[in-house]
């Protein structure tokens, strides 16, 4: 299970088919990500700075709901200490020109991957991957693992918290979605005790 909220300051409730494909198809996310198209489009232009569009898309980028696919939380906080792990991480390509073109390099390897779910992110300009933690693995090791796999040396290696929310898009951002294997992860099969994880946060 993984977590949902209606922003980043949210309380974190248990994500259902129900609510990932009602957010996804959420009228109020598809005007927001278009405002930040939009603002991206200003920049281009030279409409907007660089630092003006950054500002705009962090402000617009509160507006939108969260997954939080790393877990759920015993009291709807996002706390790391109260997580209650989903078997799932989240890995990030940012600063990619053409997100489409970068997943069509992937997707051929996607079941061997484990990728659950892909998606570019508001800002137009990354790709987010959800994929099972290879059992073992911490989430820490798991990212690390993605990146040798996609021989990407600059991840984000900040990733690595129960707590880390990924915004919701709208469903045309989503590029491949198994939503099936998304609701069937067990904990137990793919992650260490939660205190092991919690000692290296």
Not at 96 to 106: G, L, S
Not at 157 to 179: H, T
């Amino acid at each position: 299970m993984f977590g949902i909220a209606k922003n980043i300051k949210s309380e974190v409730r248990v994500c259902t088919p129900e609510l990932l494909n009602e957010t996804l198809g959420s009228a109020h996310v598809a005007q927001v990500c278009a405002e930040i198209e939009d603002a991206l489009e200003k920049c281009r232009r030279g409409e907007l700075t660089r630092d003006e569009y950054e500002t705009m898309k962090g402000e617009l980028k509160k507006k939108l709901p969260v997954f939080v696919f790393h877990a759920t939380f015993r009291n709807g906080r996002r706390k790391n200490d109260e997580a209650i792990p989903s078997g799932l991480c989240i890995y990030d390509l940012d600063d990619i020109p053409d997100p489409r073109e970068k997943w069509a390099k992937i997707e051929p390897r996607k079941e061997e991957l484990g990728i659950q779910l892909s998606h570019i992110s508001p800002s137009l300009e990354g790709l987010r991957l959800v994929f099972v933690i290879p059992q073992g693995m911490s989430l820490a090791e798991a990212q690390a693992w993605m990146s040798s796999q996609l021989g990407d040396a600059q991840y984000d290696a900040c990733v690595k918290d129960f707590a880390r929310c990924s915004f919701v898009v709208p469903r045309e951002y989503v590029l491949f979605m198994d939503e099936a294997a998304l609701f069937s992860q067990s904990p137990a099969l793919s992650f260490r005790a939660e205190q092991s994880e919690a000692k290296n946060l």
